[in-house]
């Protein structure tokens, strides 16, 4: 198995896959020939769902599914969120199943938007982000997106929402909040000094 974060860029067959959600495949596959530097917006819902995260409670998920799980489909950063690629129709099922798990042991996941039937998302580009410029050249700009697991194959596994909430619970679990001040003590008197002079 591949380690998930090894990922260049998307081959032919990942942007053939990507690119087959878009009304016009063709002419998506046209725009990343002659600039594969761009991203663009694809619909969700007939070959793929995403389910966004905040970036580190998605790393947190991904972490679990490469580590305990099956491993994940294709996975993206855009813009402080986490785009986890997931099979069709999850974005529908996925928020019933969250509010029906039992116990409250959703309660500590953060709100998972989910992309589905009549949604569309940004995805970057199927090229990695260009090699820093040398000085005084201009430089290109930051597209906020990159790829953690980019598409390989035009017929890449994807979760279901019963394996995204798995990760997502187990993720929830796994947090582990770390403070460097002790616990405050309820009983301590506390007095102003900022009047002192």
């Known amino acids: 198995m591949s380690s998930c974060l090894d990922a260049s860029g998307v081959t032919p067959d990942g942007a053939a ?8 495949p063709r002419d998506t596959l046209a725009l990343w020939e002659e600039r594969p530097d761009a991203p663009v917006v694809l619909p969700c819902g007939s070959v793929f769902d995403v389910v966004s995260a905040p970036t580190i409670f998605g790393r947190r998920m991904l972490d679990r599914l ?12 855009f813009r402080g969120r986490m785009l986890l690629f997931a099979a069709p129709g999850t974005a529908q099922r996925l928020p019933s199943l969250q ?25 970057p580009p199927p090229a990695p982000a260009p090699a820093p410029t040398p000085l005084g050249a201009p430089a290109a700009a930051p597209s906020g997106s990159r790829w ?13 929402p019963e394996i995204l ?17 002790p616990p405050a003590d309820q009983g301590a008197k506390v007095y102003d000094v900022s009047r002192r002079r």
């Open 99 to 123: 509010r029906w798990e039992e116990f409250g042991r959703t309660g500590d996941i953060p709100p998972l938007l989910c992309h589905g039937n009549g949604d569309a998302v940004t995805v």
């Open 66 to 77: 490469w580590d305990e799980g099956p491993g994940s489909g294709p996975v993206a950063v």
């Open 148 to 160: 953690l697991v980019a598409p390989d194959t035009r017929h890449p596994w994807l979760p279901g």
């Open 17 to 24: 896959w990507l690119a087959s959600a878009s009304a016009y």
């Open 165 to 181: 909430l798995w990760a997502a619970v187990r993720a929830a679990r796994a947090a582990v909040r770390i403070s460097i001040f």
